[in-house]
T-cell receptor, first 115, second 112 residues
Framework: EAQVTQNPRYLITVTGKKLTVTCSQN?????MSWYRQDPGLGLRQIYY???????DKGDVPEGYKVSRKEKRNFPLILESPSPNQTSLYFC??????????????FGPGTRLLVL | SQKIEQNSEALNIQEGKTATLTCNYT??????LQWYRQDPGRGPVFLLL?????KEKRKERLKVTFDTTLKQSLFHITASQPADSATYLC???????????FGKGTKLSVIP
């Protein structure tokens, strides 16, 4: 089954404790991205990757890092989480970086609470 | 600055009626516009895409229109059902851009 998976689905942590949210897709997609979703603000893009070893900032990259060492995986790293990073996070992928007209597939979401 | 606005945060409609949701944009030259459905706590799911040179697209009970002069897209669900209750998001890609930018969504409630 074609899908985007994220782990963990739920996470409670404390300020400053480094964490990684994993994202994996099994569709051989080139383009992957991370969004956060907050009430009243909608979905905002954090980082995106057009292919292996090619990443760039989205609209709200501060406090986050990403890496793309393999085509299928695109982890989101919070080096020193803060309470304002409490949010619902979605990973997404689509076939090609230049295929902006194509369907974007979303993962199930990771709900993060930073105390 | 570029803006995508979905005019209603929430829309209530009686079962069987047609629901119409609006997406307006400013300072964009969009190449494509997409509509997604999102259920609570879940990831958005793609519904329809319309290109800048298309006026209308249909899929079963769904219809999307795209008016680049008015800078507006309308999303219609005919013969609405309680199962259509969800948040609907519009998303734009500007010409020459890789980025898909989302509106804040309209929460649709279909009342039996």
């Amino acid at each position: 089954e074609a899908q985007v998976t994220q782990n963990p689905r739920y996470l409670i942590t404390v300020t400053g404790k480094k964490l990684t949210v994993t994202c994996s897709q099994n569709m051989n997609h080139e383009y992957m991205s991370w969004y956060r979703q907050d009430p009243g603000l909608g979905l905002r893009q954090i980082y995106y990757s057009m292919n292996v070893e090619v990443t760039d900032k989205g609209d709200v990259p501060e406090g986050y890092k990403v890496s793309r060492k393999e085509k299928r995986n695109f982890p989101l790293i919070l080096e020193s989480p803060s309470p304002n990073q409490t949010s619902l996070y979605f990973c997404a992928s689509r076939v090609r970086a230049g295929g902006s007209q194509e369907t974007q597939y979303f993962g199930p979401g990771t709900r993060l609470l930073v105390l | 600055s570029q803006k995508i606005e979905q005019n209603s945060e929430a829309l209530n409609i009686q079962e069987g009626k047609t629901a119409t949701l609006t997406c307006n944009y400013t300072n964009y030259s969009p190449a494509y516009l997409q509509w997604y459905r999102q259920d609570p706590g879940r990831g958005p799911v793609f519904l329809l895409l319309i290109r800048e040179n298309e006026k209308e697209k249909r899929k079963e009970r769904l219809k999307v229109t795209f008016d680049t002069t008015l800078k507006q897209s309308l999303f219609h669900i005919t013969a609405s059902q309680p199962a259509d209750s969800a948040t609907y998001l519009c998303a734009l890609t500007g010409a020459g851009s890789y980025q898909l930018t989302f509106g804040k969504g309209t929460k649709l409630s279909v009342i039996p």
